[in-house]
């Protein structure tokens, strides 16, 4: 973008990739780690719109500083009682109340109903391998997890 001139046309490809949402009419939890909020947050926002279920999302960061789209966040979640928002500090001060450490830590509690449950996780990719062996091991159909598939490449290096 930086060579190209204003009026220059551009040409955009169909949309690609795992995460977008899948079915409104299930529950969904969405699962992510830093800048992996930034595809989540629009199905957030979409599943808040158009759902009919119950959405939950839990988004882990290093402290309360690094908490992207947090006002945005925090009032879709005041204006929609069907969604829930966790946010999970790795390194968290003495003043912060709520869950602390990584977000698969967290998981087992957010795991009921899962053949009615779509799980989309997004962020750095050994929370991603982990989140997804977690998920399967308690019984997730892995056709109900999408990722965008390249994280286990990326969590082996």
């Not at 960061?61 to 009682?81: G, K, M, P, T, W």
């Amino acid at each position: 973008m930086h060579e190209r001139e204003r009026g220059d046309e551009i040409e955009i490809e169909e949309i690609d990739g795992n995460l977008h949402l899948r079915n409104p009419d299930r529950d969904a939890v969405f699962i992510a780690t830093g800048t992996g909020i930034t595809p989540l947050y629009p199905m957030v926002r979409q599943y808040a719109a158009d759902g009919e279920g119950h959405a939950h999302l839990v988004f882990g960061e290093r402290d309360r500083e690094h908490i992207i789209f947090r006002e945005s966040v925090d009032q879709l979640q005041a204006e929609n009682e069907t969604l829930t928002v966790d946010y999970v500090l790795s390194d968290a001060d003495e003043a912060w109340d709520g869950p602390t450490g990584h977000v698969q830590d967290h998981l087992p509690d957010l795991l009921d109903n899962l053949e009615k449950t779509d799980f989309y996780i997004c962020g750095v990719p050994e929370m991603v391998v982990e989140t997804e062996d977690l998920l399967v091991d308690a019984g997730v159909d892995e056709a109900n997890i999408y990722t965008e598939g390249w994280e286990s490449d990326a969590a082996d290096e």
